[in-house]
């Protein structure tokens, strides 16, 4: 079975024509997938499960990937696509696409959509591609929780802890990191200690890995 929880995943679509609209609604749920369908952009920026800050900032945090047709009446596929960005709305986009859109396909595909599939497709085809881009989405929502735990550990730290953590993490030695900041090696150890045991690291690799992601560094 999929890695993607289905009960917790959400399927947006995006289509102008109904009876597609309708006949994709019901594919998804017939697999268990919760959809919510849209006739037009504007529909989709009022749905509430697209959890940006300048829409909504208190809505739930489940996967979710956009099916979305590249050409619609009003503002066209790409254009939602770039308002999204502009929102800071983060979602895998899947293009559906006509024989004779692969000029946009190329665009949409270079702005970030994560796949594309031409009309008329297959079933499992279109099912395999929402899986797809579920998990991406699972996965990219995992990031940004664990990214956001490191945060919350790193602003627990002391200023001279962090400062010991950033030569650290540049590899310098505990006795180089005394003579750099005018402390005992022994003072080091403690804060460098402290800083692992703050920051939840199991092993000083892990605590290298953290500052990666937080982007922490001292100054050469």
Do not use: W
């Amino acid at each position: 079975m999929d890695p993607v929880a289905i009960d917790d995943a959400v399927v947006l679509v995006v289509d102008d024509d109904a009876a597609l609209r309708h006949a994709l609604g019901s594919l998804f749920r017939s697999v268990g997938f919760t959809v919510r369908l849209h006739a037009s952009a504007a529909e989709l920026l009022d749905d509430p499960v697209l959890d940006a800050p300048p829409l909504n900032s208190a809505l739930p945090d489940v996967a979710c990937c956009l099916l979305l047709d590249v050409r619609l009446r009003g503002a066209s596929g790409l254009d939602l696509q770039a308002r999204l960005a502009q929102l800071g709305v983060e979602i895998p986009i899947i293009f559906m696409t006509g024989h004779g859109d692969i000029a946009m396909t190329v665009t949409a595909m270079k702005a970030g959509a994560v796949d594309f599939i031409t009309k008329p497709f297959r079933d499992q085809d279109l099912l395999d591609a929402v899986t797809a881009a579920l998990e991406k989405d699972r996965q990219r929502r995992l990031g940004s929780r664990r990214l956001n735990e490191i945060r919350a550990c790193y602003q627990t730290l002391s200023p001279r802890e962090a400062e010991v953590m950033g030569l650290a993490v540049r590899g310098l030695l505990n006795k180089q990191i005394a003579g750099e900041i005018g402390i005992s090696e022994v003072t080091v150890k403690i804060h460098r200690g402290q800083a692992m045991r703050k920051m939840k690291a199991r092993t000083f690799a892990d605590l290298v890995l953290m500052a990666q992601q937080l982007g922490v560094h001292a100054a050469a």
